[in-house]
């Protein structure tokens, strides 16, 4: 038997590791390092070394503070970057998560101090609502703001998703029809509000596509109403297709806190709002039953006697779920094919995502959410184009020691060739099986282990939304262009979507072009408008207007109310 | 109704036990609506006089007339369609004889009238295109009625109010009724409505008739 010799190379490289660690700065001490897991079955290369901060931080946000302390601000800003962070130059954009305790009443003196600490140590407050502070901070404060009493949580804004993947709906719908008619005993009109991210291009539209005027606000922190996205435009435009006469208020918003406040302010508009038209969804923003912040906005639209018409999403071939499992012992969950790496393909020049979430969120008291004990991780892997070798991309490694949220997220990636990614995830610590939500973004086509069903994007899990999904305005189809639509039921088992609308619709040159709008984002002001324009014609108020609605579908799937097309194709038509 | 027909019996008996002079009789005429979304409609109609003394007659009348509705811009109130009046009056006269072919009088009286609406039929078929169906009734209602009148005999008869007599009359309608509306899905049976108050049907009639007293 022979003895092994110590390689003088390696000896050497373990001395400068070893002086690397000493002369690490002083801050990354306050880190909590954790072992680095094995890597998955499928996985060729070794994962990096994983650490975390403390908890009461975002992990996301945790590793953009390390990487400012320890690589420098060009490095953050790249970081940043690619994250979809929002950076204005060594700040960074946060929500603060005040502690409360007098949330009975709705007060949160608590975030009136924290909104004063955080001017204090040079951050800018752009918003706030209820215990929620919107700031920009110094990169370099965000490890001491965490530290500060007040701070239960510090993390990133949730950033919605515009569904957009195009209107031929007004005549498929039998809209026109209604068009024409003069009102019945109602003189009251429609308001409609588009609550979207940004109306690019609306002011040539006015009086051709758009009414001739129309009612703005913005709640971005820097104001701009067009945010340089065309999408709040594109559907204002199907709402003033069907319904021509309904007064138009478009409002956006980028973060969940701006969110809130943008939907208070609607709430509050004389005359009153009739309609939300919502498409747009978030990740990760709720336990899927109906309940969380996204969610708790609609309760007060709806509340305030707004119907809430709202996306399902676009996520029916990007979705999995199901309950951990691992046979194999090794911490990594056993997909239903047996893998450990949910693959999926993404074409070249795609951007590439993944959102995590697993059915831990505790109790929610309106506010908040008990959170989480049991922690799972989310490991993003891309595959060699020459080989079938895995290599680790990303991951997200929060902690999760029983008041953090369950999720886990990892975005945004380049694909720079058409490849395979892939998706791992990690049991750190779980007193039970619980069951996981997984979301990608960028694959071409459905992942490997694709679960249609539950792939509701928040809020169209609320009971208080009008949930849409997507059919082609040609012939009431998903195949095979409309796959993508989200489907029901929510986790709390109910039947959603509520009825499906026509997509792949022309908007003018200045949006979408010729069918140039589809997914559910399109599907979802026909539904608005519908509601608008039988709101104007008839005297039915709006609870009466939605079971005419119901009443009129085309039954699609399964007979009846089903969770892929709720209760079937939007019609105005008497048959 | 019933009530009106007891009274016309009564009166009857009591024009026949006193010998009462009695005239019958078909006018035409023009009735003026007093609101600003109702036209204007031809009226006719027929009446049974009885002179109780030269100068005191009772008179029985059923007159009939129907306009156009041209609908309410604040959505309240009947919607496009055609409204037909048919008082059933009782009207007591006060008559002041000149001479012996004219008699000026003057008229207090009470009356029922039967009242319908119909919706305009394109209308209907506009809301029916798009599986709507609307319904608008109004009720019958009391009516009130003052007239000033003439009648003028153009082949006078044996003894005072006999022969053949032009009527030229103007009277004025009050009456006030209500109705109710409903607008109905015929797919999800979806329906609302709601009661239409005080719906005045006050016209102005000019009169011209032919009666014969016998």
Redesign the interface.
């Known amino acids: 038997m022979k003895t092994k010799k110590l390689n003088p190379i390696f000896l050497i490289f373990c001395l400068a590791v070893f002086g690397l660690i000493l002369f690490v700065p002083t801050k990354a001490s306050l880190q909590v390092t954790r072992p680095e897991p094995p890597p998955p079955a499928d996985l060729g290369a070794t994962a990096v070394e994983k650490d975390v901060l403390n908890p009461k931080i975002e992990y996301v946000l945790g590793k953009l503070y390390n990487i400012y302390l320890m690589q420098g601000a060009d490095a953050a800003r790249e970081f940043a970057a690619m994250r979809g962070i929002d950076l204005d130059g060594n700040q960074v954009r946060v929500v603060a998560e005040a502690v409360y305790a007098n949330r009975t009443q709705n007060l949160f003196p608590e975030a009136a101090a924290l909104k004063a600490h955080i001017q204090g140590i040079g951050g800018k407050v752009e918003a706030t609502a209820d215990n929620l502070v919107q700031s920009m901070v110094p990169i370099s404060s965000v490890e001491p703001l965490s530290q500060y009493p007040l701070v239960g949580y510090l993390r990133l804004p949730f950033k919605p998703v515009a569904m957009e993947v195009t209107s031929e709906g007004v005549n498929s719908t039998?809209a026109n029809?209604?068009q024409?008619?003069s009102?019945?005993?109602?003189?009251a009109g429609a308001n409609v509000c588009v609550l979207d991210l940004g109306f690019s291009g609306y002011t040539s539209l006015l009086g051709t596509e758009l009414p001739s005027s129309v009612k703005t606000q913005s709640f971005r922190s820097d104001g701009s109403l067009t945010a340089s996205q065309v999408h709040g435009t594109a559907c204002a435009e199907i709402i003033h297709d069907m319904a021509p006469n309904a007064a138009l208020t478009l409002v956006n918003f980028s973060t969940d806190v701006e969110h809130r406040n943008a939907v208070n302010w609607i709430t509050n508009q004389t005359p009153k709002i009739d309609v939300i038209s919502y498409s747009v969804g978030w990740y990760n923003a709720g336990d899927g039953k109906g309940t969380g912040p996204i969610c708790a906005d609609v309760d007060r639209a709806a509340n305030s006697g707004i119907v809430w018409v709202g996306a399902a999403g676009n996520d029916a071939l990007d979705h999995f779920e199901g309950t951990f499992n691992d046979p194999d012992s090794d911490r990594w969950y056993n997909f239903p094919d047996g893998s450990e790496i949910e693959a999926f393909y993404v074409p070249a020049y795609y951007l590439v995502a993944a959102y995590l979430n697993w059915d831990d969120w505790g109790t929610w008291n309106g506010t908040s959410y008990s959170g989480s004990g049991n922690d799972y991780d989310l490991y993003l892997y891309y595959k060699s184009t020459t080989s079938s070798t895995w290599y680790q991309a990303d991951y997200s490694i929060g902690l999760q020691s029983g008041t953090q949220k369950p999720i886990e997220a990892i975005g945004y990636w380049y694909s720079t060739a058409s490849r395979w990614w892939g998706v791992g995830i990690y049991k750190w610590s779980a007193t039970r099986a619980c069951k996981m939500e997984l979301f990608t973004m960028g694959n071409s086509g459905a992942i490997n282990n694709n679960v249609p069903a539950g792939s509701l994007l928040v809020p169209a899990d609320s009971a208080n939304a009008v949930t849409v999904g997507a059919v082609d305005w040609s012939d009431d189809s998903r195949e095979p262009n409309h796959t993508y639509s989200s489907q029901g039921p929510t986790h709390d088992g109910r039947t959603k979507p509520d009825l499906s609308a026509p997509s792949r619709v022309s908007c003018s040159s200045t949006t979408y072009g010729n069918l140039g709008f589809s997914g559910t984002s399109a599907a979802t002001p026909h539904v608005a408008g519908a509601i608008a324009l039988l709101k104007e014609k008839?005297?039915?108020?709006l609870e009466?207007i939605y079971?005419?609605l119901?009443?009129?579908v085309k039954d699609l799937g399964t007979a009846g109310k089903d969770s892929v097309y709720g209760a079937g194709s939007l019609k105005?038509?008497?048959? | 109704m019933k009530k009106s027909v007891i009274l016309c019996f009564v009166i009857l008996s009591l024009s026949l036990s006193l010998n009462a002079a009695i005239k019958a009789g078909l006018f035409g005429g023009f009735a003026l609506t007093t609101e600003a979304n109702y036209g204007n409609g031809i009226a006719f109609g027929g009446y049974l006089g009885f002179e109780l003394t030269p100068n005191i007659a009772v008179e029985l009348r059923a007159t009939r007339f129907s306009f156009d509705v041209t609908g309410s811009d604040i959505g309240i109130g009947l919607s496009k369609g055609t409204m037909a009046v048919m008082p059933l009056e009782l009207n007591i006269q006060g008559r002041f004889p000149v001479g012996k072919s004219m008699i000026p009088y003057i008229a207090l009286g009470l009356g029922y009238s039967l009242n319908s609406f119909d919706l305009d039929a394109e209308l209907l078929d506009d809301w029916n295109a798009v599986g709507m169906t609307i319904e608008e009734t109004v009720k019958s209602g009391l009516a009130i009625f003052a007239g000033l009148g003439l009648d003028f005999a153009i082949m006078p008869g044996p003894n005072p109010g006999q022969g053949l007599f032009i009527n030229l009359e103007a009277r004025y309608m009050m009456s006030k009724t209500s109705g109710s509306w409903t607008f109905t899905d015929q797919v999800s049976k979806t329906s609302t409505g709601a009661d239409l108050k005080d719906l005045k049907l006050d016209s102005i009639m000019f009169g011209l008739g032919l009666k014969y007293g016998f």
């Open positions: 039998g029809l209604w024409s008619l009102p019945y005993r109602n003189t008839t005297p039915y108020n009466q079971k005419v119901e009443g009129r105005l038509k008497k048959n």
